[in-house]
């Protein structure tokens, strides 16, 4: 064989077929969660083992090609995917070990929280991730990681307690505590930039006995939201950790499981999650029921992993989506009046602002001691723009980056890098500030410096 032809093929010993333009599976793979990013890669390479990862890490390099690696496929920006490249689909490396006696987890690079939630419940154990059981373990984590158990337990990052990774030059390595610390630490938060992890080893954390949670929705009149969210910022300080609050403005979608009579309705929907035992949950979360008189209260004790699919049929792959997030110090009047009038202005009905709940062991850990930007954020807003119809592209997209503008000066500074959606450099720069940006970029010049990972919220390599 040629230099020329080999280059042009990925070696053999793929366990899943490499996949090609012009082939049966191309469609079907090509795809990814946000239907905007309807790209073309040039090769899809599904990896099913971490030798696997290293071969097409190493073959996009040899044909000089953008190498865009996938884990769950749904970032907002679509950097699961790229125009022209190769494609590292994580999909197959996702086998899951739960050691439920050591309290530790061994979870492949491209497992699903659904997968991960359905193998610890059993247990009564769980590694805090984040809310829709279709997003991948992958991405989520190596951002940050946001989700009910985050108040109690701290973000998903900070469960990860040692990784394996192939480096841009094709080399597997292990991090953790005692080896390579500065990698575990920029991969606490500093995204895909740094290798493809093709094992996270997590701390599991405890449930309830039995595995279930009081949780679910109570749904407000979006005319009710502004008091209901004022009296929110005053419980939500002495709210202890075991609770967490997820405030979202939605139009009621028309599922089975939400009365019939609220479809479509504007509402503020106050998702809420306590991990206590029954008693105690239900007394601490009675006052969150009762901040006003609700349309529908939703809340029950139920499984963990029920709760973990609760917005799953709200999150379809496919449709047009665009996010924008902003960390907050404090629910204050100003961000509840602005939130409010966003609310009341958004372009579709499908577009909702998500409001989440932080403190707790998320700021607990020292700023400092992980890649993950903005521990001191009490909330997290994340504006998401959703739609079908391609003529509204620049419509829905205003809405969230005006949206984002108007809140800019009641924001912190840092802002979470999974809801940073397809912005520039700058802004990557920003959200992390200076000293941390400074450190990632060298860090970066030693593990990827040439940029082979790039499909990204980008860090560019120092020296
Ligand atoms: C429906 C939905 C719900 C969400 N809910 C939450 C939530 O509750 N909490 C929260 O914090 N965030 C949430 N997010 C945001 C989510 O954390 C990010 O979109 C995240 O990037 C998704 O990860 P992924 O692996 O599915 O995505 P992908 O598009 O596959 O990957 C995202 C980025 O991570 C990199 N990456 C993925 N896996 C690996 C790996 N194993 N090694 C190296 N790099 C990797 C990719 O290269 C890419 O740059 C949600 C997103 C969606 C679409």
């Not at 050591?102 to 359905?118: C, I, K």
């Not at 309830?208 to 005053?234: K, Q």
């Not at 009905?349 to 998500?354: A, F, G, K, N, V």
Request: hydrophobic share 45%; aromatic share 6%.
């Amino acid at each position: 064989m040629s230099l020329g032809s080999r280059a042009l093929r990925p070696p053999d010993g793929f366990r899943h077929a490499p996949i090609r333009r012009g082939d049966a599976a191309y469609e079907a793979a090509r795809h990814v969660w946000n239907g905007c990013h309807d790209r073309r890669p040039e090769w899809i390479l599904p990896c099913a083992s971490a030798g696997e990862v290293a071969a097409a890490v190493l073959f996009a390099r040899e044909i000089v090609l953008p190498l865009a690696v996938r884990g769950g496929g749904h970032s907002f920006p679509g950097y699961g995917t790229c125009d022209g490249g190769v494609v590292a689909d994580l999909g197959p490396l996702a086998r899951i070990e739960v050691d439920a006696a050591g309290r530790r987890a061994r979870v492949g690079g491209g497992a699903t929280w659904g997968a991960l939630d359905s193998a610890t419940a059993p247990h009564a154990l769980a590694v805090p991730g984040g809310l829709v059981s279709t997003t991948g373990v992958g991405g989520l984590t190596l951002g940050g990681g946001i989700g009910w158990l985050s108040r109690a337990y701290g973000l998903t990052c900070d469960q990860m307690i040692g990784a394996e990774v192939v480096l841009a030059d094709g080399r597997r390595v292990w991090t953790d505590e005692s080896e390579e610390p500065d990698l575990l630490w920029a991969l606490r938060g500093g995204g895909g930039n740094f290798g493809v992890v093709t094992r996270f080893d997590f701390r599991l954390r405890p449930l309830p006995a039995g595995g279930e949670v009081l949780g679910g929705m109570v749904l407000h009149p979006a005319t009710a939201a502004g008091r209901v969210l004022r009296r929110l910022a005053e419980l939500a300080d002495t709210l202890p950790e075991q609770a967490s609050t997820l405030a979202a403005f939605v139009s009621v979608p028309p599922l089975p499981s939400l009365p019939a009579s609220l479809h479509f309705t504007p509402v503020l929907a106050l998702a809420l999650c306590d991990i206590g035992e029954a008693d105690e949950a239900e007394a601490r979360v009675r006052p969150l029921r009762e901040l006003a008189a609700p349309l529908a209260d939703l809340v029950r004790r139920q499984p963990y992993v029920e709760l973990q699919r609760m917005f799953d049929a709200g999150a379809p792959a496919g449709l047009r989506q665009y996010g924008l997030g902003a960390n907050l110090a404090a629910l204050t009047e100003g961000a509840i009046d602005l939130l409010s009038e966003h609310a009341a202005q958004r372009p579709t009905p499908l577009c909702q602002i998500h409001l989440h709940q932080l403190g707790g062991a998320v700021a607990r850990v020292e700023e400092a001691a992980t890649a993950y930007a903005g521990r001191d954020a009490g909330w997290v807003v994340h504006w998401i723009a959703t739609w079908t119809d391609p003529a509204d592209d620049e419509r829905a997209r205003d809405w969230a980056r005006e949206a984002r503008a108007q809140l800019s000066s009641l924001a912190a500074g840092r802002t979470y890098v999974n809801f940073l959606g397809e912005s520039g450099p700058d802004a990557v720069h920003r959200a992390y500030g200076e000293a941390k940006h400074d450190r990632l970029r060298a860090l970066k010049g030693r593990y990827d410096p040439g940029n082979l990972f790039r499909i990204n919220a980008n860090i560019p390599p120092a020296g």
